[in-house]
């Protein structure tokens, strides 16, 4: 698991290999990814949007921008927590991911930044 802070918000990432399949004539790697997010700063704060860059090992980055998470635009008072899941396919059994959400503060009412740390996917057959 990875965790960074940034601005009182708590980003907490832990990862699974899901399997493989094929599609298309061609293999891809399954992942989940469990985001946690913890406001512990002392206004309450609203996830309004994601930016993901996602490495695969055997392709160029993909850039991934939308609202919310799983469809949810979340808000957080202070000390409360957040927690989803989400997935992505890589045609290769290494990659990684990092990215930001973009939330506002209720009470500034300025928008902000939350980074969220780079982590790893890899499949355990491909790592030594």
Known sequence: MVSQITR???ISVFTSFEGTYFKNY???YAFTYHIT???????????NSRHWEIFDALNDIEIVDGEGVIGKKPVLKPGEIYTYSSGCLLS???GAMKGHFNMVNFTSTRSFKVEIPAFKLGAPFALN
Do not use: A, R, Y
């Open 8 to 10: 009182g918000i708590k």
């Open 26 to 28: 061609k293999i891809h």
């Open 37 to 47: 997010i913890e406001n512990q700063s002392k206004d309450s704060v609203q996830l």
């Open 92 to 94: 290769s059994p290494l």
